[in-house]
Each structure stands twice: as C-alpha cells, then as structure tokens.
C-alpha cells in the first residue's frame, strides 16, 4: 500500500499535464488570448505596472515624490526599484516598456538556459523547457504588464548556481538584492541560518542594507516612510490570480490568518525538507515564502520557472510535466466561472492558487535520483563530471 501511494503522485502527473494542455488550448480556440492583446497594445494603460515603476523613475530624476506620481497603480516596490531604472527615463515611456519587456523575456529565458547548461540537461528537453517558459501565462503577462520579475528570477538563478559553485558570499549577495527589491522574499534569508552558513548570511544583510541605502540616498527617507505606507494599505483580497494561502483563505470566507498559519506551517516543512535536499532548497523556499505573502500573483511562477530544468536534469521528468503544463492556462479562464459567490466558482477562482501550491509540493518532496548529500563534498560528488569540473578546487 505504501509503495502504491509514493507511485501514485508520478501516474497522476501526465494526466494533470496533459488536462492542462487540453484546457489551454480550449481556452484559446474559444476565447483567443488576452497576453497577445496586451503585448501588441500601444496603450500604457495596459502597461500598467510598469508605466508606474517608470513614472516613479521620473519623479527620482526630477526630485518629486516616487509614490505620487499621478500613475493608473500605486507603485508598492521599493525606492532602489526607480534607481535601478532611471536610465530608461531617457526614453518616452512607450519605448521604455517596449526595451524593458525584451529585457525582461530575455532575462527569464536566460535564466533557464543557465540552469539548464550548468545541470547538463539535454538540448531538447532545454528546447520543451524554454517552449513551455514562453507560453505560459504567467511570462506572457509579467511582460505584457511591464512587472520586475525577471530581475527577481535572475538574482535567485545567480543565488543558486553561486551555491552551486561553492560561492556561498555571492550567493548570499543574490539572496539580499531579490529581498530588498522584493521583500515578501525575506523567508529565503532562513536558509542560510538553517544550514549555519553565516557568511552567506551576512552578506544577504549586508546586500540588502546597501540596496536598501542606495534607494534612501538617491530618494530620501521620507521614500522608505512613504513606499512602508502604502505597504500598510495593502488588503488581503481573494482576486483571481492571487495565489497566497491568504488569499486562498479571504475566497473562502475564512480570516487571512487562518491562511497565514497555515503557510507558516508549510515554510517550516520546507526548511526541514531543504536540509535534506539543499539543491531544491532556493526554490522550494520562494515558493514556501509566495504562499506566506499576503499577495503572490500567478506571474510569480516567473521566478520558479529556472528549477524546471533542474528537474528534468534529474530525471524527475513526470514530477516536472505538470509545473511544464499547468501555467499554460491563461486569465481566460475567470472566463468559464459562473457569476455570484457559488462554491464552484470559488474553486475555479483558487485554480492558480493550486499551481503554486504543486510547484511547492513538487519543489520540496520530489525525490532527487543522486543521494542525498549529507554536506557539500557529497553533494559535489553526486553531479555528473560535465557539472563537477567547473567547479574550482
């Protein structure tokens, strides 16, 4: 009976994969796609997230307030986010957005490449990897909405082969700029507390305080007072494509608290099963920590997206399918919910929360094929010679 129950996740998985398909696909033939639209559309009113982040690095550049900007949302990202992109002040907002958003596919892309190259994984299961990255929904709409999540996909990719590689500062410094530019982000500073790691420890702080410093010195504290108050106004919402535990709770009627806990619960499972398996650990844990956030938007799948090919590399092939699959379905599907406050469109509406909670599931219980390393020799020792010879020493 046990042996049948740890067999029965791998039999399911096609079948989640390939229902996903079928639904993405019908959902396309029926309603065509709303991230196409909003890719093609000159309207910056579509653009909305980054017409804000953009509108907050004009006002960094013309000395006025970053918050206050006049802009269609409120900007909730940190005064570093309008230094980091001041220089594409220097174009109208419209071509910003436009080099912005190649940037961002090129940088989300990359990072799968990466990790892809540096597990050794197959040219063509890359190929299903870098296909499956740029028809999901969650891609589509980070680009289409100008949002910031390939530098946060970026830094955790450069966090993870740092640690790969035996960087653990580096790997630290990655760790402290993800959190500072998003700092729902914070739980992965858990990581190197549980492993004793107190270099990669301090420079995570040490990144993230001179992120932080360089934010108050271009814009003021009175930016940090600003930007932390409109964190305050921020409600936990049941809205469609909010994937937090939270959210998962308020859809259902129940106090966000209930969902905060539970999330609780789920990082500690996590960092317990990380100590096992510490090269899922950076993954297993953001996700762990976008359950814990009051808001963890579908596009936060972006930052998951590099540990597909890790998988894969892995041979956890039907344990990846899914992950591959699930975020095809696009918005489109708020499409198929029945109006009002009925049970099953509330189920429909916690679709997305599901996926986040399968990417964690597969993240922190997927049974790696090479042992489990007790430190990092044994861990080095387990990966193919084609990985093992970059590393130095």
């Not at 991230?35 to 690095?57: E, G, K, T």
């Not at 002040?89 to 190259?117: H, I, N, Q």
């Not at 359950?291 to 930052?303: E, F, G, R, S, T």
């Not at 998951?304 to 990846?320: F, H, I, V, Y």
Request: hydrophobic fraction near 60%; charged fraction near 15%; aromatic fraction near 8%.
């Amino acid at each position: 009976m046990t042996d049948v129950l740890r067999r029965l996740p791998n039999k399911i998985a096609p079948l989640v994969a390939g229902a996903a398909l079928l639904v993405a696909a019908w959902l396309y033939v029926r309603f065509g796609s709303l991230n196409m639209a909003r890719l093609a559309s000159p309207d910056m009113r579509v653009h909305v997230d980054f017409d804000s982040f953009w509108s907050s690095a004009v006002a960094l550049r013309q000395h006025t307030d970053l918050y206050r900007t006049g802009s269609l949302l409120p900007n909730l990202d940190p005064p570093v986010l309008a230094v980091l992109l001041s220089p594409l002040t220097e174009l109208d907002v419209l071509p910003a957005y436009r080099l912005f958003a190649l940037l961002t596919t090129v940088m989300v892309v990359g990072a799968s490449v990466a990790v892809a190259e540096w597990t050794g994984l197959s040219a063509r299961w890359a190929a299903v990897a870098v296909a499956a990255l740029l028809l999901s929904a969650p891609l589509q709409s980070t680009v289409a909405l100008g949002q910031v999540y390939g530098l946060l996909a970026v830094a955790l990719t450069v966090a993870w082969v740092a640690e790969r590689r035996g960087r653990l500062g580096w790997s630290g410094v990655a760790l402290g700029l993800a959190i500072a530019l998003k700092p729902s982000l914070l739980p992965l500073l858990l990581w190197p507390v549980v492993r004793r790691r107190w270099r990669s420890l301090l420079a995570a702080l040490a990144a993230g305080a001179v992120a932080t410093a360089v934010g108050v010195v271009a814009a003021g504290w009175s930016a940090i007072g600003d930007w932390l108050g409109l964190l305050r106004t921020v409600q936990v919402t049941g809205f469609l494509d909010n994937d937090s535990l939270a959210a998962l709770a308020v859809r259902w009627h129940l106090p966000a608290w209930v969902g905060y806990l539970v999330a609780a619960a789920l990082l500690v499972v996590t960092l317990w099963r990380a100590r096992r398996r510490p090269e899922h650990a950076i993954w297993s844990i953001t996700a762990a920590a976008l359950l814990l956030a009051p808001i963890a938007w579908n596009n936060y799948l972006v930052l998951l997206a590099p540990a597909l090919p890790m998988l894969l590399a892995r041979g956890r092939t039907r344990a990846a399918l899914p992950l591959l699959a699930l975020p095809v379905i696009g918005i489109e599907w708020a499409l198929l919910l029945p109006p009002g406050d009925s049970w099953l469109t509330r189920l429909g509406m916690s679709l997305y929360c599901g996926m986040l909670l399968t990417y964690w599931a597969v993240l922190t219980f997927a049974q790696a094929e090479e042992p489990t390393p007790a430190d990092w020799s044994a861990e080095l020792d387990a990966w193919p010679d084609t990985v093992r010879e970059r590393v130095p020493g």
